[in-house]
């Protein structure tokens, strides 16, 4: 369909347009499971609670049965991902990949503020506006510091960006979040995937890699 955007593991995102001509993206998810619902209801309590430059827009939102739907203010340029490993994509100028982190990073720091820790930053969750301006999406696993010091769940989230503490022991704090930016930092610095092993070599990570180089960097 010309008007698809994305797809997750619980639904669909599509670009539509309301009736006085406002821009919007719309996430159409089927509550198949208990853990798809929670999704849906984490993420609508998360974005009523912040207004932010650095944060998506909930225009609103409604769940009847099994199907429920996000309505968010459409933007325009894609993700952070798209533009790091796209080829039909200019490859981002210096200028926009340090603002593209100083967004990323007021965001962050904005949502620990008001106790929420994320649990998925990644590039494809980082959206760019025309002028590369950030807003932080997609907060299906974000969790409050209050629910974070009761919850038993197992570790959610994209293990190439999972903090060791969390993957290792389920330790989750802002730190995580934290983690997961610094290795969004690199991909900016290197251009590299995470998941590009070809590149990475014998090293299990990106973050591998790069902490094998930093003794060449410090003596030359």
């Given at each position: 369909m010309k008007n698809f955007l994305a797809e997750g593991g619980c639904g669909k995102?599509?670009?539509?347009?309301?009736?006085?001509?406002t821009k919007i993206a719309v996430k159409q998810q089927r509550n198949r499971n208990e853990s798809c619902h929670k999704?849906?209801?984490?993420?609508?309590?998360?974005?009523?609670r912040v207004w932010h430059e650095n944060v998506v827009v909930m225009l609103g939102s409604c769940s009847e049965g099994i199907h429920s739907l996000i309505v968010y203010e459409f933007v325009c340029n894609g993700s952070l991902n798209q533009h790091l490993h796209q080829h039909c994509r200019a490859p981002l100028s210096w200028d926009n990949r340090i603002?593209?982190?100083?967004?990323?990073?007021r965001g962050l720091l904005y949502l620990h503020d008001k106790n929420i820790i994320h649990r998925d930053i990644t590039p494809n969750n980082i959206l760019l506006t025309h002028d590369f301006e950030i807003l932080l999406g997609d907060?299906?696993?974000?969790?409050?510091?209050?629910?974070?010091?009761?919850?038993?769940?197992?570790?959610?989230?994209?293990?190439?960006?999972?903090?060791?503490?969390?993957?290792?022991?389920?330790k989750l704090s802002t730190k995580t979040d934290v983690?997961?930016?610094?290795?969004?930092?690199?991909?900016?610095i290197t251009g590299i995937r995470t998941t590009d092993r070809r590149r990475?070599?014998?090293?299990?990570?990106?973050?591998?890699?790069?902490?094998?180089?930093?003794?060449?960097?410090?003596?030359?």
């Amino acid at each position: 369909m010309k008007n698809f955007l994305a797809e997750g593991g619980c639904g669909k995102v599509y670009r539509g347009k309301l009736q006085d001509g406002t821009k919007i993206a719309v996430k159409q998810q089927r509550n198949r499971n208990e853990s798809c619902h929670k999704e849906f209801k984490r993420e609508v309590e998360a974005l009523r609670r912040v207004w932010h430059e650095n944060v998506v827009v909930m225009l609103g939102s409604c769940s009847e049965g099994i199907h429920s739907l996000i309505v968010y203010e459409f933007v325009c340029n894609g993700s952070l991902n798209q533009h790091l490993h796209q080829h039909c994509r200019a490859p981002l100028s210096w200028d926009n990949r340090i603002k593209v982190a100083i967004g990323a990073a007021r965001g962050l720091l904005y949502l620990h503020d008001k106790n929420i820790i994320h649990r998925d930053i990644t590039p494809n969750n980082i959206l760019l506006t025309h002028d590369f301006e950030i807003l932080l999406g997609d907060f299906g696993l974000a969790i409050t510091s209050e629910e974070e010091e009761t919850s038993s769940e197992e570790c959610v989230g994209d293990e190439d960006y999972m903090a060791p503490e969390y993957a290792e022991h389920g330790k989750l704090s802002t730190k995580t979040d934290v983690y997961s930016f610094g290795v969004v930092l690199l991909q900016l610095i290197t251009g590299i995937r995470t998941t590009d092993r070809r590149r990475l070599g014998e090293r299990r990570s990106l973050v591998d890699w790069v902490s094998s180089a930093l003794p060449f960097f410090k003596e030359n």
